[in-house]
């Protein structure tokens, strides 16, 4: 039998960056952020903490595969996340640049009542002071839908 866990190990960190409680990366397909330089320090940010975002590849195909290929992948590969929290917002900008992320697709609105269902990381860009620079260039939206290309 084997002892590996199936979902990545909580910690009170890694437990404070997920959206949901009851929804867990699985171990064997876990993003892995890459450390960067960070201009804060504090005694509870650990090496897993800074690595960590609640995100896993996934395969798949679509009918437009070649509108996702130019990441190398022939539109096979894909990552699904929760959608950050506020404060985690530039661990989430690191995930799109350090995999090369082209599309974002959102599959929930921002606010279901009065309950946040996600940060909108569209405006809430990393500050001036952040190791990663975004920038919109284009922000089209109708009533229901809203699109972002990096």
Known sequence: ??????????????????????????????????SMPTTATTSTTTSTATTYINANYISGEVAAASMFSSN??????????????????????????QENIPVIAMMTKCKEGTKVKATPY?????????????QVEELPSDDLNIVRRR
């Open 122 to 134: 569209w405006s809430e860009l990393p500050s001036a002071t952040s190791s990663i620079q975004v």
């Open 72 to 97: 190398g992948n022939d539109g096979q590969q894909y990552i699904a996340c929760q959608a950050p929290k506020k404060q985690y917002l530039e661990e989430f900008w690191q995930m799109v640049w």
């Open 1 to 34: 039998m084997d002892d590996k866990p199936i979902f990545v190990t909580q910690t009170i960190e890694t437990k404070r960056r997920n959206r949901y409680a009851n929804i867990l990366p699985l171990e064997c397909s876990v993003v892995r952020l890459a």
